[in-house]
């Protein structure tokens, strides 16, 4: 991946060095969350991806790690097509950590919203959720979508 990655503080690391700290999480019973949000502004369209790390048996908290993207906003000004967009950064991400990991165990995160008829989002719900389930793994949308609608959402401003 060309695309710098950074923990959740800041610094800069390799997307080698974190497929290791994934082997340690794994070792250690977690589960990885991943994510993607994104953010229209200044005529760019920026993307965040979380790979978020949590409930291993000897970890406190959890730890993350983000990779910011920025695009020319026209392709992605209508919503479905940068809904789509983050779905697919989502399930390419899960997938590349999948073929390291083949049994890892990963839920993908989609900011979207199937409960709420007045969110803007749920209108395209169920082709996001169908995109998601179709690649394989267990996924959560909204309110339960912490990677993405908080994680990436944080990093995508």
Known sequence: MKDKWFTGSGYEI???E??????DHIDDNGKIFIGTDSFLSKGNCIFAKAICLHKGENQLGGKYFIQRTQYKSLPFKT???RMLAEVERTVTLALSISEVYVNA???IHIDVSSSNPKAKTSAFSEMITGYAKSSGFSYKVKPHSWASSSVADKHSK
Not at 18 to 23: G, P, S
């Open 14 to 16: 390799e997307f080698n």
């Open 18 to 23: 974190i497929l290791l700290l994934i082997k």
């Open 79 to 81: 919503l479905v097509v």
């Open 105 to 107: 165990p990963i839920e």
